[in-house]
């Protein structure tokens, strides 16, 4: 079965174009090679010259793989993170919800 090919936004491939330049470059300075990395999160090497290329069809999964054999887990944190949306939480007197409503 052919994969889909995933249609990102102009801006936001160039985001996961950036954070795949930015895992390569992580690599090199800890002189680490593609194989050996590859190894290490437990993926093929053609994945990893995909993720380091910003691939859209490598899963979230194979990406969090690298950045934790990387030791760079914490970065992963930072995904997702509404700090705006938190500091409007008092002003609208709303509160975080723990789960969507059934509309």
Known sequence: MARK??????????????????IKRARLRRNISAEHLAEQAQISTNTLTAIEKGSSTVSLGAYVAVLSALGMEKDLEQIAVDKEGKERYPETGLFPRERASKK
């Open 5 to 22: 090919k995933v249609v990102l936004m102009s801006d936001t491939h160039k985001i996961l174009v950036k954070m795949g330049t930015n």
